[in-house]
């Protein structure tokens, strides 16, 4: 350490001050330790500093309250002072980010400095989904590094680590907490988030995506005031209508312009996101599990790990979240295999068949796709034990051998001969009353003692809070899918927890039940991911009702929605890539009248937005109108043109049809700026309307580029602040692709 200062490159801590900096290439987090208490202030998070000497905005010799001059007033500094993560009952009245229940039933706590420590890369956090720094050559992290605060409350003798990761390249920062029971009493946890920043309102409004079914992630925007605001999930799972995801944003923040705070979880279960405006005029965001229905027991010398939080700022409006995000999950969450690799152009028979199917009706969907560019048949819902409609058989995870004679082995061979991949659907959480499993363990269903539970789409949940649940559920997974030449697993949800009661859990962890069940299920899904390491998994639920984070890091896809229709997934996906790659999105060319919503649109159109995903096929190909299939060899080309483009490129919003009814654009640039895809749809036709101008993003304003198929070149510069016009469509739904490639 030099002149009272620690350095590792994008953390630095200044002894004198007692000043954390964190750095990463755009922002700067700063934390404060009090003098008098070490206390942990919350100093600043926003564009990049270089001065360190910021401790004044914590405001500790000012009075609240007028004309007190009561600076230190013990209760009135508590409840004003920027914590970095308050406790609770000791005098801030704000909204406390962790709270416990002790033995003798006192339920005060607070946190002080104790020490830190600053080390490169990042640990993993036992159990659950987590970013990762990238390795280098010589086997050590590079461009991450964790500084861990570690904290005590000496009265409960409860220790806390703060770590936070920084991601120098993608500007976001990784928060984590962990909690240590060090008495010698049990103690219990009622709420731990995973983040709270305290910082002064500037009028802010929030962004958060809600929806419903098959129509998830709509985004809404509003300004937030005094009180509370946000979004929970009580599900145990992400949902359909709310999601672990909310935005501050400065008052007109466009896609270019303005300041944006994002925080989402690395986390799949339930959760709270919290934004309280106070007396002071200052905002206390907060991101973590749901304290509803939480109680965890920790006994002595046990500890309990917070999900992972992220969060980023963005000086330059939306489009910045959404690029450090992209880049941030397709670096440093998703491990699949399969993440910088085209996914093969996938069939589902569930919109074909529903549960109307057997092997010669499969075979011959199959036949005509392969002819047509189709690389993989994937086999939904409806495949094994009894099950013929979602009235039964979840749970019995064997091959129903009379709609498919011969087993998936054979189904497999055949498909394989075909020259196609086979792929298989699996709800691996779920067991339907009328199940040989469920008759066999009534008791791994989650249920209360003396209360049916309530049923939803005909099924209950397993207890994945159980490991002998988890394990006997596995066993008959790992047997089908050693049986045949299984190459993608499609993992659904479908249906949310409710009834919260384990059989297996004694009354004071009845509490754990819901954090319980989700490390069960990504420990069964690791499971998955390790022993079949080659298998893409794409995750689901109910379409797009676990659509987060924590399910990317096992599955680099996941289904988007059950709403197939390419307009209604204009706004779906556009939520959808506000945070996540488009590389993540589950999206298919569906048969019209669209199953959904009866809307018909033209087969092009369904293509294009099919394309801004990871592009395949929901419907029977031996059906559909001539015409229609036509299209596919062309389409499936497209894809195969394009696909490394969308995957790995830059996505900007360039117009979307929630805001001005009327058209929809979006647009991928190639990390070098030298290619780029407009899709443009337009919505509704109407009169008197001229050619649309539309303004690019990304290019390099100094070159020229050229459009594919049109005379001219055009100056990056021209497409960006001029605009690029679109003309030549007639008709509601009608969609156009323009490549451009620099010359
Ligand atoms: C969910 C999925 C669908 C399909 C059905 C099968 O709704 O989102 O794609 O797999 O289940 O039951």
Request: net charge negative; charged share 25%.
């Amino acid at each position: 350490m030099k002149e009272g200062k620690e350095k590792s490159m994008g953390i630095t801590y200044f002894e004198k001050e007692r000043i954390f900096k964190l750095d990463t290439k755009n922002t700067s987090y700063l934390i404060g330790i009090t003098d008098e208490e070490n206390f942990i202030g919350h100093i600043y998070y926003g564009k990049k500093l270089e001065d360190h000497n910021l401790a004044y905005l914590l405001r500790t010799e000012e009075s609240p309250y007028v004309p007190s001059v009561n600076a230190r007033d013990r209760v009135s500094f508590l409840d004003s002072f920027p914590m970095e993560y308050p406790g609770h009952g000791t005098g801030d009245y704000r909204e406390a980010a962790f709270r416990v229940k002790t033995q003798a039933g006192h339920t005060a706590c607070s946190l002080s400095y104790v020490s830190h420590e600053i080390f490169a890369g990042k640990k993993e956090i036992p159990g659950l989904p987590a970013s990762f720094a990238k390795t280098g050559k010589d086997g050590k992290p590079e461009g991450c590094f964790t500084l861990e605060l570690l904290c005590t409350d000496s009265v409960l003798n409860l220790t806390a680590v703060l770590s936070y990761s920084v991601f120098e390249d993608t500007d976001v920062i990784a928060r984590h907490v962990s909690i240590l029971n060090n008495s010698e009493n049990t103690i219990w946890l009622t709420k731990v988030s995973s983040m709270c920043m305290d910082m002064d309102n500037r009028e802010f409004e929030a962004i958060t995506l809600h929806g419903s079914w098959a129509r998830e992630r709509h985004i809404q925007r509003q300004k937030i005031g005094i009180g509370m605001q946000g979004v929970t999930s009580g599900r145990g799972e992400s949902g359909h209508q709310d999601h672990p995801f909310i935005a501050l944003v400065t008052p007109n923040t466009t896609q270019d312009t303005g300041e944006v705070y994002g925080v989402q979880l690395v986390y799949s279960g339930n959760y709270e996101f919290r934004a309280d405006v106070n007396q002071y005029d200052s905002v206390r965001l907060q991101a973590g599990i749901n304290p509803v229905d939480f109680c965890w027991k920790l006994e002595a010398g046990a500890h309990f790990d917070a999900p992972e939080a992220l969060l980023t700022y963005s000086a330059s409006g939306l489009s910045g979240m959404t690029a450090h995000y992209h880049d941030f999950i397709r670096q440093h969450i998703i491990r699949s295999p399969y993440k910088d690799k085209k996914r093969p152009i996938l069939i589902n028979n569930w919109e074909a068949t529903y549960f109307d199917f057997n092997t010669e009706k499969l075979l011959a969907i199959a036949k005509e796709a392969a002819g047509l560019g189709i690389e993989m048949l994937v086999l939904d819902d409806g495949w094994f034990g009894a099950r013929s409609s979602d009235n039964c058989a979840l749970g019995d995870w064997v091959v129903n051998e009379e709609k498919l004679p011969g087993g998936l082995s054979g189904l497999a061979e055949e498909i394989n001969r075909l020259g196609m991949k086979f792929g298989l659907w699996f709800e691996p959480e779920m067991v339907s009353p009328d199940s040989d499993l469920y008759r066999k363990h009534p008791d791994w269903a989650i249920a209360v003692p003396g209360r049916t539970p309530g049923r939803a789409r005909n099924q209950y949940v397993l207890d994945f809070s159980r490991s002998e649940v988890v394990d006997g559920v596995w066993e008959m997974m790992e047997r089908v899918l050693s049986s045949a030449n299984i190459e993608y697993v499609k993992w659904d949800m479908n249906r949310p927890l409710s009834d919260l009661g384990s059989a297996a859990l004694p009354p004071d962890r009845q509490g754990e039940l819901s954090h319980r069940y989700m490390l069960g299920v990504y420990s069964l899904q690791e499971r998955l991911v390790s022993r079949f390491p080659n298998i893409l998994l794409e995750n689901c639920s109910g379409g797009g009702a676990r659509y987060d984070a924590g399910m990317l890091y096992y599955s680099p896809q996941i289904w988007c929605s059950d709403d197939t229709d390419a307009i209604e997934r204009l706004a779906i996906q556009e939520g959808t890539a506000l945070i996540y790659p488009l590389s993540t999105i589950g999206a298919h060319v569906s048969d019209c009248p669209n199953h959904a919503v009866g809307r018909v649109t033209p087969f092009e159109t369904r293509g294009y937005v099919a394309l801004a995903g990871t592009f395949g096929y929901e419907l029977d190909v031996t059906r559909i109108p001539e015409e229609d299939r036509k299209q596919i060899p062309a389409q499936t080309a497209m894809y195969h043109k394009y696909n490394d483009l969308v995957r790995e490129g830059d996505y900007f919003r360039l117009a979307s049809a929630s805001e001005n009814q009327m058209y929809d654009s979006w647009q991928v640039v190639s990390k070098d700026g030298t290619e780029s895809l407009v899709t443009f749809i337009q919505v509704k036709g109407r009169t008197g309307q001229r050619s649309r101008r539309i303004f690019l993003r990304g290019l390099h304003p100094d070159k020229k580029y050229r459009i594919e198929g049109e005379d001219g070149v055009f100056g990056g510069d021209t497409l960006m602040y001029a605009g690029l016009q679109v003309a030549g469509l007639w008709g509601d739904f009608q969609g156009k692709l323009i490549h451009l490639v620099q010359v």
